[in-house]
C-alpha cells in the first residue's frame, strides 16, 4: 500500500513537473511590429536598401524605406540583417508522421487504393515537434501530403502556427494521384519485364476505370442535383477535379511515366493539374513545358534515378524544367527534415537555377500554383505577414535565422533542437555530491 501511495505521489509530482514547464513554453506574440533597417527581399519587386517592414494585424501595412512607425509598434532593428517571405515546402508529410519507424505516430497512408477523400487536413498534428524545428528554420508554410495507393488522399497547404489544424490552414488541397509506374521499384525488384508491363497495365486499367466512375457521377450528380446518386464518398472527392475547381497533383518520376501522365491528362481533359516529382523531367521537359503544366520538384538533394547518369542529374532538374519554360515549384519530400528546404534550393541554384529563380521556387511561385499568392510567397503590402529575418543568405548554412512571423505572429525561436543544445551546452556532470 506504502509502495502504491509513494508511486502515485511520484506520478502527481511528474505531471505538476511537466504542466509546470509546457506553461513556461515560450508563445507566439501578436501586435504591431516596424522591422527596420533591413535588406529587404520583395521576390516580386526587387531589393529593397536600409528598408522598414511593417506589420499590424497579421497583413503588411507598409514596405519600403522613409516609412512612418506607428505608435506603439514594437520596433525590431534590423541592420545589416536581410528579411525574405517565408519559405514554402510544396511536398512533405510534416504533420502527418512522428516518428517514422513506429507505425502508432504515422498517419499519412490509409487502408484502400482509391481513398481520396480522405483528407491530410484532418490529420495534422499541430502539436508535432518536427513543426517548430522546421518553422525555425525560415520554412513556414508547407504541403502535407498523403501516400501510398493509386489515389492515397487528398493534401494540404499549411502555416506552421495554430493550435488545431484549421487554424492552420493556408487555403488550398488537391487531390493526389500516384500514377502508375512503368519501371521498377528499385534494385530488389526481381521482376521480369512481362510482369512489370502486366502489373502497368493492370493499373492503368484500374485508373481509368476510376476516372470513368467518377465521370458518370458527375454527370449523374449534375442531372440530379446531388440527389439520387447514392454514396460515394471516393467519388464525391473527385468531383471538384472532374469540375476544374480543384487540383490534382499527379506524382510521376520517369521520364516515360511523365509522358504516359501528359498523355492521359491530354485525354481526360483536366484543367488544373500539377506534375510532381518529377525527378526526370529533364529528359522531356519541353513536353511538359508544352502541356503548360507547373512541376513540384524534388527532392533535389538525391541521386541519380539511372545508374549511368551524371551524379548532379537531381540537382540539375529544377533549373533545365525553368530553362525550358516550366514553372518550377521544390519540394524535400520530408518530414523530419523539411528544415533542409533551403538547401534543396541552394543545389537547384547551384546546378543551373541560378539564386533568383531557386529563391522564387520556395516562395511565389509555389504560392501562385496553390493558389495563394495574394496571401503568400513575396513580401507585398496587403499580404499576410509571413516572413524571417536571417543575417545572411539563407541558402548558406552559417545563416542564422533571427526572427520568424506567420500570419503577423512572432514565432518563439524554440524548438526541441534547441532545447537540447541548450540543455548539454551547460550540462551538469550530474554527479550526486550526496555521494561524494
Avoid at 512522428?98 to 502508432?104: A, K, L, N, T
Avoid at 521499384?185 to 484500374?206: L, Y
Avoid at 470513368?212 to 457521377?217: G, L, P, S, V, W
Wanted: net charge positive.
Amino acid at each position: 500500500m506504502k509502495k502504491s501511495l509513494n508511486t502515485i505521489a511520484i506520478a502527481i509530482a511528474l505531471f505538476l513537473t511537466l504542466s509546470y514547464t509546457f506553461a513556461q513554453s515560450p508563445k507566439g506574440k501578436y501586435g504591431t511590429f516596424a522591422l527596420t533597417h533591413a535588406t529587404v527581399y520583395t521576390v516580386t519587386k526587387g531589393i529593397i536598401n536600409n528598408g522598414t517592414v511593417i506589420i499590424r494585424n497579421g497583413k503588411i501595412e507598409a514596405v519600403g524605406t522613409n516609412i512612418a512607425i506607428p505608435s506603439g509598434a514594437e520596433v525590431i532593428d534590423c541592420k545589416g540583417q536581410f528579411i525574405y517571405p517565408g519559405m514554402i515546402d510544396s511536398g512533405t508529410r510534416l504533420g502527418l508522421v512522428e516518428v517514422s519507424s513506429d507505425p502508432r505516430t504515422t498517419d499519412f497512408n490509409e487502408v484502400g487504393d482509391v481513398v481520396p477523400q480522405m483528407k491530410a487536413l484532418t490529420a495534422v498534428n499541430p502539436n508535432s515537434a518536427l513543426i517548430p524545428v522546421t518553422r525555425v528554420s525560415g520554412v513556414t508554410t508547407v504541403i502535407s501530403n498523403p501516400e501510398g495507393s493509386m489515389f492515397p488522399g487528398t493534401a494540404a497547404l499549411i502555416n506552421l502556427h495554430g493550435y488545431t489544424p484549421d487554424q492552420m490552414f493556408a487555403g488550398f488541397e488537391g487531390v493526389v494521384l500516384n500514377f502508375p509506374n512503368t519501371g521498377r521499384r528499385g534494385f530488389w525488384d526481381r521482376r521480369t519485364d512481362d510482369e512489370i508491363k502486366k502489373a502497368t497495365d493492370k493499373a492503368m486499367e484500374k485508373l481509368n476505370d476510376v476516372w470513368d466512375k467518377a465521370t458518370q457521377y458527375h454527370k449523374l450528380d449534375s442531372a440530379t442535383n446531388g440527389k439520387g446518386v447514392g454514396y460515394y464518398p471516393e467519388l464525391q472527392a473527385l468531383l471538384p477535379v472532374l469540375r476544374g475547381k480543384q487540383t490534382l497533383l499527379i506524382e510521376a518520376n520517369a521520364s516515360k511515366d511523365i509522358t504516359a501522365a501528359l498523355k492521359w491528362i491530354k485525354e481526360k481533359k483536366i484543367k488544373k493539374v500539377v506534375l510532381t516529382g518529377v525527378l526526370e523531367g529533364w529528359r522531356v521537359a519541353d513536353e511538359i513545358a508544352k502541356a503548360g503544366i507547373p512541376v513540384i520538384a524534388g527532392p533535389v538533394q538525391a541521386v541519380p534515378s539511372r545508374e549511368y547518369d551524371r551524379y548532379d542529374r537531381a540537382y540539375a532538374n529544377p533549373g533545365l524544367l525553368r530553362k525550358a519554360g516550366v514553372k518550377v515549384a521544390l519540394q524535400t519530400g520530408q518530414a523530419e527534415n523539411v528544415r533542409n528546404l533551403p538547401y534543396h534550393a541552394a543545389y537547384a541554384a547551384a546546378y543551373g537555377m541560378g539564386q533568383e529563380e531557386a529563391l522564387k521556387a520556395v516562395t511565389i511561385v509555389p504560392a501562385e500554383i496553390f493558389g495563394v499568392a495574394d496571401k503568400l510567397g513575396s513580401i507585398e503590402v496587403g499580404k499576410s505577414a509571413t516572413l524571417f529575418i536571417c543575417d545572411g543568405d539563407p541558402f548558406e548554412t552559417k545563416t542564422n535565422i533571427k526572427h520568424v512571423f506567420i500570419d503577423g505572429w512572432q514565432i518563439p525561436m524554440v524548438s526541441r533542437q534547441t532545447q537540447l543544445y541548450d540543455e548539454f551546452l551547460q550540462r551538469d556532470p550530474g554527479v550526486n555530491k550526496a555521494k561524494q
